[in-house]
């Protein structure tokens, strides 16, 4: 019988310490470029790379191969399991921005150049 009472203790013990578990901090691990909408709405055609740099800074990854094409990427793993992840790819065309996709909206002023 005290064979029993000690083997339901330790079951109890282990289970009640696999539950403290959950209650483990675990940090939010952000990577990449943090890009806003308000952002990608200051961009223009026509805009210089070296405008675009200042405007949404240094690209996370780039192309050795190809110089015209410019990756933002970026990803969130909060401590509580869940993922996020937003990209924006910026083209370019003799150093002058061309077209943006990715995750973000165009902006309605995105085709009027800043000369205008």
């Not at 009640?16 to 909408?37: H, K, M, T």
């Not at 055609?45 to 990756?71: C, I, R, Y």
Request: hydrophobic share 40%.
């Amino acid at each position: 019988m005290k064979a029993v009472i000690q083997t339901l203790v330790l079951v109890a013990g282990l289970v009640g310490l696999s539950a403290c578990s959950s209650w483990v901090y675990r940090i939010d691990i952000p990577q990449g470029n943090f890009l806003e909408q308000k952002d990608i709405d200051k961009l223009r055609v026509a805009m210089t790379k070296e405008q675009v740099k200042f405007v949404l800074g240094t690209p996370v990854a780039s192309n050795a191969f190809d110089n015209d094409t410019w990756h933002y990427f970026y990803a969130l793993k909060s401590g509580n399991g869940n993922h996020f992840e937003k990209q924006l790819i910026v083209e370019f065309k003799d150093n002058k921005l061309q077209d943006i996709k990715g995750d973000f909206e165009k902006s309605a002023d995105f085709n009027t150049p800043l000369d205008i």
